[in-house]
C-alpha cells in the first residue's frame, strides 16, 4: 500500500486547511486509515482515524477537526477547522489493521504534509 499525503501549508490561528491521502494498492480497503502529528521536538501522536462508518479523534482535535471518506478506496480527508498554533506539525497519513491510536501498529505511513498555524 502506498500512501500520498497532500494539503499541507501555512495558515492563520483560527484558519482551515484540508488534507488529503489517497491510498494505492489492490487491497486497500481492508485498511483503517488515519493521521498522526509531529509536533517540532516532539514524538509522534495520533490525531483521527476512520474505519468504515467509525470515526475516533485524540481528544485535543475532538470537534476541530474531521476525518471523513466516501468509501473504502477512496481518499481520506482531514478537515481542519479552528486551527491553533499547537496543531503546528508534520501530518502524516496512515493506514493499520488494527487500532490506530498506537503508532506500532501502522503498518504503512504516507510521507509527511507541513502544517503551520501562526498566531
Known amino acids: 500500500v502506498q500512501l500520498q499525503a497532500s494539503g499541507g501549508g501555512l495558515v492563520q490561528a483560527g484558519g482551515s486547511l484540508r488534507l488529503s491521502c489517497a491510498a494505492s494498492?489492490?487491497?486497500?480497503?481492508?485498511?483503517?486509515m488515519g493521521w498522526f502529528r509531529q509536533p517540532p521536538g516532539k514524538e509522534r501522536e495520533f490525531v483521527a482515524a476512520?474505519?468504515?462508518?467509525?470515526?475516533d479523534y485524540a481528544d485535543s482535535v475532538k470537534g476541530r477537526f474531521t476525518i471523513s471518506r466516501d468509501n473504502a478506496v477512496s481518499p481520506v480527508y482531514l478537515q481542519m477547522n479552528m486551527l491553533k498554533p499547537e496543531d503546528t506539525a508534520v501530518y502524516y497519513c496512515?493506514?493499520?489493521?488494527?487500532?490506530?491510536?498506537?503508532?506500532?501498529?501502522?503498518?504503512?505511513w504516507g510521507k509527511g504534509t507541513l502544517v503551520t498555524v501562526s498566531s
Open positions: 496512515a493506514a493499520s489493521i488494527t487500532t490506530m491510536r498506537d503508532p506500532h501498529n501502522v503498518l504503512y
Open positions: 494498492g489492490r487491497t486497500v480497503s481492508r485498511y483503517r
Open positions: 476512520i474505519s468504515g462508518g467509525s470515526t
